[in-house]
């Protein structure tokens, strides 16, 4: 038989019991909770019309007075021709590397025709404006702007600087203002409506709170396959 001295014993009894404190600990601290940020940190590139980032420019950065001023990326209303509307508008801000609110961001700008109006350059009005056929049902609108909202909070982890080109979401400066049709103003509305009623929603698994990987398609009309997470389910 193997005796064992009382340091011995007392020191095993130790462990287990700081291991069970342990335990005990973890499994009462409670789940780390995520704060939806209200703003987004965006690197701003001149775009191929399939959003890649555009290898025209020796630097696809966009700027204000530079040659991506009017470039697709940086402008909508861009300088590339066959553009269906004519119109055409300068890079919005001042630098290539902005701040923007999620929900809404108008600002002032001084426009071609040299008036100035207040322009909806928010990043979920221009995101979906982007990614949805114009003219779809506002709850078509609601949920791309839950998807995309969610999408961008896990790419940002709420800080994080990404880009707007296809490899993260698309954003472009007045898509939300360039959006067509017989009744625009009436298409703006529908699409603002979608994004303030569902105000800082955003998709989760049952048991946290950080979003999830909100990958979506803007081209699959037909059907999904099931995804390598388990909240990636075809239908």
Known sequence: MKY???ITLVSIFLVIMIFLL???TLMAAPLRQFSPPTKIKLEM??????????SEFTDPHCSSTGATRLAYGCTYFHDKPNQDNERQEVYPFTSYKIEIGYESETKRVTLSNGSQDDIQLGYLHNVVAQEMGEGSPLSSYTAQAI???????????????INNSSSKQV???YRFEGMGGATPALRQLKLHNAITSSHSLYMTLSDSTQPI??????D?????TNGTLSHLIGI
Do not use: C, H, M
């Not at 590139?45 to 555009?54: F, N, Y």
């Not at 909070?153 to 994080?160: C, L, R, V």
């Not at 990987?213 to 803007?218: K, M, R």
């Open 147 to 161: 998807a995309a909202r969610t999408y961008a909070y896990y790419q940002t982890n709420g800080t994080i600087r």
């Open 220 to 224: 699959n009309d037909e059907y999904t």
């Open 213 to 218: 990987v909100a990958y979506f398609g803007q």
């Open 22 to 24: 342990l335990q005990q």
């Open 45 to 54: 590139l001149a775009l191929t019309p399939d959003g890649e980032k555009d």
């Open 171 to 173: 954003y472009v400066p």
């Open 4 to 6: 064992y001295s009382v």
